[in-house]
């Protein structure tokens, strides 16, 4: 009897199965990963741009982000603001004064904010609930979207209960090994799944994600973070090249490039087409033009950061994080700019995932 082999599927056929939603198992996420050319992502990006625009068209959705806190009980081996680093300046915002600045991103056009910080205990879920009822009383019109890493499943209910409309807690890496890599013993990817299929349950908006080029990560790891997206299906997603700290134990690593993290991108627009998926700040720090080069790959959110100036330089997950440039909040004249000379526009809006949207209205 002849044996039966399956060929190897060739890459178009595998980003076609992708294009129609089909689930792709581990050998055909293997020739999407390592299949890179310039000229395939070239394709790709086009690809994902098509599927973007027609679920959002030529939106770019802002978020206005304040770094609230750099206090941080974590000890992440990546991150600038870990515990560890005795050298970090630490400071916290006031409510009056995170509220000061969500009045100025207001002005500005910003219908989303973004809260986000270190673990810092100071910040209790009183204290969080109370910023959080008051943003939305002040900015009913406003979503409000936390970044405050994982707690407990009360706590996250409190959030939603006072107004919080979505999560980011980005699972960093889905395999467990890799993840053991990037973090201290105490953090475990199991934990990080049980908040995010909370996050979920609970009807937030919710985001996942991943560093490109993390210390360890390979294409099986890659492998696992698509499949655990698909298996997960966030609405948001964010993908940033890693980028190493002159302060911690990956100072020596190399950082993630442009070109994969654009990659990946387009490939998660076409896993996720309905995905939010911002150009993060960590591409636009790695190569000028960055965040632009993220919306042509596939993306469609970009989030300006709206912390007061004294602050910006104390938030420092990473070296040369950009803050004084296009990415500031009072640019936004400046991004818009730029995203219209490549075709898009910056809109007035609390750019919510399409399947909330037709739920509030
Ligand atoms: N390079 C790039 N991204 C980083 N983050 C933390 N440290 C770094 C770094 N060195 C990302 C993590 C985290 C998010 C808030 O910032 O993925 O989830």
Redesign the pocket.
């Known amino acids: 009897m002849e044996k039966k082999t399956t060929e190897p599927m060739c890459y178009e056929a595998c980003v076609r199965k992708l294009e129609q939603g089909e689930r792709l198992d581990r050998e055909q996420w293997r020739t999407l990963i390592d299949g890179y050319s310039q000229p395939r992502a070239a394709d790709l990006a086009r690809r994902a741009g098509v599927l973007r625009d027609r679920i959002y068209g030529k939106k770019v959705f802002v978020r206005g982000l304040i770094e609230f806190t750099n206090y941080c009980r974590n000890d992440?081996y990546?991150?600038?603001i870990r515990r560890s680093n005795r050298k970090v300046c630490r400071y916290r915002l006031t409510e009056g004064e995170i509220l000061s600045c969500c009045r100025a991103g207001y002005a500005l056009g910003f219908r989303t904010f973004v809260l986000?910080g270190g673990e810092d205990s100071y910040f209790t879920d009183e204290r969080i609930v109370s910023i959080v009822q008051k943003i939305r009383e002040e900015f009913p019109e406003c979503a409000v979207t936390l970044?405050i890493g994982e707690k407990k499943k009360e706590s996250y209910a409190a959030f939603r209960e006072a107004g919080a409309d979505r999560y980011?807690?980005?699972h960093?890496t889905a395999d467990a090994d890799h993840y053991r890599q990037l973090h201290p013993p105490e953090l475990t990817l199991e934990n990080r799944i049980t908040c995010l299929r909370e996050l979920k349950r609970l009807g937030f908006q919710t985001g996942a994600?991943?560093?490109v080029g993390?210390p360890g990560q390979t294409t099986e790891t890659l492998i696992d973070d698509m499949q655990f997206l698909e298996e997960l299906q966030p609405e948001m997603v964010?993908i940033?090249?890693?980028?190493?700290?002159h302060d911690?134990p990956?100072r020596e690593q190399a950082?993630?490039t442009l070109e994969q993290t654009l990659y990946l991108l387009s490939l998660v627009r076409l896993l996720l087409p309905q995905v939010l998926l911002p150009a993060t700040t960590?591409l636009g720090t790695i190569a000028p033009g960055g965040r632009e080069a993220g919306i042509l790959a596939g993306a469609n959110v970009v989030m300006p950061n709206l912390s007061p100036e004294n602050v910006r330089e104390k938030y420092l997950?990473?070296d040369n994080k950009i803050c004084t440039g296009k990415e500031a909040a009072e640019c936004l004249e400046d991004l818009k700019a730029s995203m219209a000379a490549i075709g898009y526009q910056v809109v007035i809006d609390r750019g919510d995932h399409i399947s909330y949207q037709k739920e509030r209205k």
């Open positions: 992440c990546y991150c600038g986000q970044s980011l807690l980005r960093e994600g991943f560093m993390s964010g940033g090249p890693f980028i190493p700290h911690t990956f950082a993630g960590a997950l990473y």
